[in-house]
């Protein structure tokens, strides 16, 4: 077991020069031949943000306190699962030339990916805490407590990287299912409406949605200024390792075969 | 010592159906119980074994396995039947030239190659500046990588491999990198390594360079293991095989 753990530790080691390298890649790769670059990070949450309080401030905004901080605490931890779930599914295929041609770990290009959206998805996160102070909500010391769902979260999204690029290999459709499943995740996942309209019953079906626990974690600190229970808690962490889980026992399975299909 | 043992080694692509026709199909084509899985041989029963300092040259006309033979011998792909050992770090020369990232520059082109090959970052920025001085880039250093010639990719990405002594070299049809003078000046390098003791897989369609240099011949053709052995035997009956066909 020991002896197990140091070969992993080497191997890391052996490919944290590579790994490095492919983070800087794909963060360059985003915004090179932009004008605006990495303002776009942070640009294109805002715009977003900006359309959807125009829409939906009269129809959900009159009941519900921080209206703002609400939808924009919903569309930052939805957009980060998308961005980064997307980029993971696309990451072994995009890199098929590479792959096909030297024998390095493929799971690095998914977890650089990932990495790269992590650093955007910070870009947003300070946006976001302006528009909190700007909304008048005093900073609390109990916003440190943020970081265990965005952990969580990133494990999250690894774990469904390693699902979605596994199966991107082999059936290409996948991306247009995926697509509409991200699509109907979003409306079920009360970014611009409240659950509280719906009988308490229902209002428990929410809690079946990952993306709606992290939404509501955030909510729950920033808004409420409350901590959340013992059970957030688990089931923040129960969801990232058992997508994780299912997906490396998926990558361990397959990686070696979907050199017969790219 | 042997270097290289392969023991009845095959490989099989999953072709056709399967990857092109998508999730939907498949679930109806196994609903109705007409999807079938395709596998076409791109390898089939190869065996043979090298010694330390053996040069293997690779012949067989197009689509006779010879790069996915290179493929797994280099790690990249794993048999779906028989054993294999390969003992020594490798370098493999796989079609050269591809795999850079063209919106790159040429500079974090050779650092992210040199990564991949497992190179470390220190070594890397001792050796850059050797790197482009073989491979006569200087003043690209800072261009985008799309924008050089397929010439100049290739000499890039000869320079990168070539940079460390492997045990065991793999040469998919690099020895015609580059122009005349860059040709001989990667042949040398290559001669230099071969020298040096390294054990050398070389696929070709030059029959004289084959000669020339390889001390053994492995002969595909078809997925199938034709022959194996000394170098002109072989390279005779293939000889005979090309001018009948």
Known sequence: MLQKLTAQIRQVKKYQFLFSELVKRDFKKKYKRTILGMFWSILSPLLQL??????????????????????????????????????????????????????????????????????????????????????????????????????????????????????????????????????????????????????????????????????TYFRRIVIDGVIPGVKYHLLCIGYAAAVLIIGMVIYKKYNYKFMYYI | MKKIELNNVSVSYIVGDFTNIGLKDVIIQKIKGTYVQKEFMALNDISFSLNEGELLGIIGTNGAGKSTLCKVISGIMRPTAGTMAVRGSIASLLELGTGFDGDLTVRENTFLRGAMLGYTREFMNQTYDSIIEFAELKEFEDRKFSHLSSGMKSRLAFSIACLVKPE????????????????????????????????????????????????????????????????KEICDKYDEYLKKK
């Open chain 2, 168 to 231: 065991i070299l793999i040469l998919d049809e690099v020895l015609s990198v580059g122009d005349g003078a860059f040709r001989k000046k990667s042949e040398k390098k290559m001669l230099e390594i071969i020298d040096g003791g390294a054990t050398t897989l070389l696929v070709s369609h030059s029959l004289a360079q084959i000669r020339r240099m390889a001390t053994k011949v492995l002969w595909l053709e078809k997925g199938k293991q034709v022959d194996f052995g000394e170098t």
């Open chain 1, 50 to 215: 900006a359309v959807m309080a125009v829409v939906f401030t009269k129809f959900f905004g009159r009941n519900t306190e921080h209206y703002i901080i609400y939808l924009f605490s919903g569309n930052l931890i939805f957009s980060f699962y998308k961005d980064s779930t997307n980029g993971g599914m696309h990451a072994l295929m995009s890199n098929a030339n590479i792959i096909k041609k030297i024998n390095v770990p493929k799971y690095l290009f998914m977890l650089s990916k990932e990495v790269s959206s992590c650093i955007n998805f910070g870009l947003t996160l300070i946006i976001y805490f302006i528009f909190v102070a700007i909304d008048g909500i005093p900073f609390s010391f109990r916003f440190f407590l943020l970081l265990y769902p965005v952990a969580c979260l990133l494990i999250f999204n690894i774990g469904v990287g390693f699902i979605l690029s596994a199966l991107f290999v082999i059936f290409k459709d996948i991306q247009y299912l995926y697509d509409i499943f991200t699509q109907l995740l979003m409306y079920l996942s009360a970014i611009f409406y409240t659950v509280s309209v719906y009988p308490e019953k229902i209002q428990k079906l929410f809690y079946f949605n990952p993306v709606y626990v992290y939404i």
